[in-house]
């Protein structure tokens, strides 16, 4: 029990230490912007008196972080302290006070940005391990029962095009194929219930194909068992034996995989996205905040997707140690 | 060696020889463009047809080859030698040094989706090549600095670094002449791997507009220029064409990665 409690505590400050982490970097990421983040928001032809305004507005005229290691009028480098009163404690409190500053572009609160588009990327990222899981649960039985035979081989290519066949190639292909070719569905856009269709599809392959060959490795390891052999013996058809017996043993490790999986899916989804013009954050950040050098709103979805990835992996990583007391041991 | 590392050693081969000879097979200049000829389709002048632009496909593929193995390359190459660095002195020394890499920068680095920080530093660097190499090195030495510690920890209790301990060496010669050479070789495994990643991530941040800047011929911004709708209907060699390339070389690497771990692992073979 002490050792369980241990354990969690550390996970919880490993959590934390790096959520800090994450802040701090997209807090300081602002500084990398070569020449002046308010020139590149207004552009070149802005007032002196314009930029002043915007730089007021947006705290840019502030200290960036408690010292400073900038050259003075005379050229001379020397460090300065500015206590307190700086940008990263400046955005550390807007954090705390649940909101993320303004848009540079369009002067409305980042968090009611990120919140209209949040709920499509949790769709999308939701129906993309869903069709991995549809694929992949089936594909890997036939595969694992029938070990070494053609009808295996032919899955384990069919797999591995799939892992390596990145999104932004499938995705295309597929609007070739179902939008242009035959017209089935449309090739953008979230208007209907079956435009998530192909996103869904471009996003979980993947992730089925790596699914379809743990689930294969899975069932083979099990189906050695002696419970399968009482199962047989015991007069149960092959159809109960495996998808009653072997399924439900050989899902373990793979439920956790998919647990882990949920975060890379969200970081693909960022790529999918932007081939289905879907309205999710990665959407949001490529083409409303990259694009437009809305580098307030980058830093909230930066912080947002990086922050939903990190919960997501914990998350699973304490309910799987809570599901299997095997791993706790070890 | 399994036969499928010895298709990917193949493959790779083949894009080593294409990328370095690209001058002479190329048909056509890579800017050329050819409005007269939009989206025609392969044949003998332009064996891969042509994009939007009326550009030869077949000629931006060749040195397309180029963009992806130099990114590749430096890529690996760096994260390596900070990463063996790194993973060394945290693993040979122990304490505090340990801590904070193996206790903090590991776990903070595995925490995080690496492309997203990729991403958020070209947004706020600007996209271009150099930057695009180190933020794909700032994100990759952390898996090789993790096998190299692990090796390290491993190697050190050996009696042969007792031995040399005994001897009077020194820290720095027990760990680079002693230990070092003999926990490399997971190393190449994770670099085969680092390749294959390197090569999808140049391709990733490019058709995002956040690498290599167009009109260069990298694959990944070939595919972004072939996927509007007009041009992906008129012409889908111009996608197609890429989108195998990065497949090929992704598989080939991954291939030989796979392959390598077997050979250096033998409890693996036959599995």
Request: charged residues 15%.
């Amino acid at each position: 029990m002490k050792h369980k409690l241990l354990d969690l505590s550390r996970r919880i400050l490993i959590l934390l230490l790096v959520v800090w982490t994450v802040v701090s970097l997209v807090t300081l990421l602002i500084e990398l912007v070569p020449g002046d983040p308010a020139t590149a928001t207004l552009g070149e032809e802005a007032t002196p008196a314009q930029v002043e305004q915007f730089r007021q507005k947006h705290n840019l005229d502030r200290p960036a972080f408690f010292v400073s290691y900038a050259r003075d009028e005379q050229g001379q480098r020397n460090f300065r302290w500015h206590g307190m009163n700086n940008r990263y404690i400046d955005y550390w409190s807007t954090l705390l006070h649940g909101d993320m500053g303004r848009s540079f572009r369009t002067d409305r609160p980042v968090i009611e940005l990120i919140m209209q588009r949040y709920p499509a990327t949790i769709q999308l990222a939701v129906a993309a391990l869903l069709v991995a899981v549809s694929i992949a649960i089936p594909l890997g039985v036939v595969a694992g029962k029938n070990r070494g035979t053609w009808l295996d081989n032919v899955l384990s290519v069919v797999a591995l095009i799939g892992i390596s066949m990145p999104g932004f190639v499938l995705g295309p292909l597929l609007i070739y194929v179902f939008a242009i070719q035959f017209g089935w569905l449309a090739p953008s856009g979230r208007y209907h219930w079956e435009d998530i269709i192909l996103p869904a599809v471009t996003l979980g392959a993947a992730l089925s194909a790596l699914l379809t060959r743990m689930v294969r490795s899975s069932v083979i390891e099990e189906m050695g068992e002696d419970y399968v052999r009482t199962a047989r013996a015991k007069g149960l058809s092959e159809k109960t034996v495996v998808y009653k017996h072997v399924l439900k043993n050989g899902l373990i490790p793979v439920v956790t995989i998919l647990g882990l999986q949920l975060g890379v899916l969200l970081a693909g989804a960022i790529i999918t996205e932007k081939i289905f013009n879907w309205p999710g954050l990665g959407l949001l950040l490529i083409d409303d905040g990259i694009g437009k050098r809305d580098y307030r709103l980058v830093q909230g979805c930066v912080l947002v997707i990086s922050v939903t990835y990190i919960f997501a992996n914990t998350l699973t990583d304490i309910i799987y140690r809570w599901l299997d007391p095997r791993i706790r041991v070890s | 060696m399994n036969r499928l590392s010895k298709f990917g050693l193949v493959i790779v081969g083949f894009f080593v020889v294409v990328a370095l000879f690209a001058p002479l097979i190329a048909t056509h200049d890579v800017g050329e463009t050819d409005l007269l000829n939009r989206y025609a389709v392969p044949s003998g002048a332009h064996w891969l047809g042509t994009d939007a632009t009326g550009r030869d496909v077949f000629s931006r593929v060749i040195y397309g080859a180029r963009i992806s193995l130099r990114v590749g390359l430096v890529v690996v190459f760096v994260s390596t030698f900070i990463g063996t660095i790194i993973g060394a002195l945290a693993g040979y020394y122990g304490g505090w040094i340990d801590r904070i890499v193996n206790g903090y920068l590991f776990n903070v680095f595995l925490a995080f989706p690496g492309l997203l920080l990729a991403i958020a530093m070209v947004a706020f660097l600007g996209a271009g090549l150099n930057k695009l190499i180190l933020a794909l090195c700032i994100i990759g030495w952390v898996g090789y600095a993790r096998v190299i510690r692990g090796q390290v920890l491993k190697v050190r209790e050996y009696d042969f670094v007792q031995a040399a301990r005994a001897l009077g060496a020194s820290d720095m010669r027990i760990l680079f002449v002693h230990i070092l050479p003999n926990a490399i070789q997971p190393l190449i495994v994770q670099a085969s791997l680092g390749m294959a990643g390197a090569v999808l991530s140049e391709a990733t941040l490019s058709f995002l507009g956040l690498g290599v800047p167009p009109p260069a011929p990298s694959w990944g911004v070939m595919l972004e220029e072939a996927r509007d709708l007009s041009t992906l209907q008129a012409a889908p060699h111009a996608l197609l064409v890429p989108g195998i390339a990065i497949a090929l070389s992704v598989l080939a690497f991954n291939f030989i990665g796979d392959g390598l771990r077997e050979y250096l692992d033998p409890r693996q073979r036959g599995r």
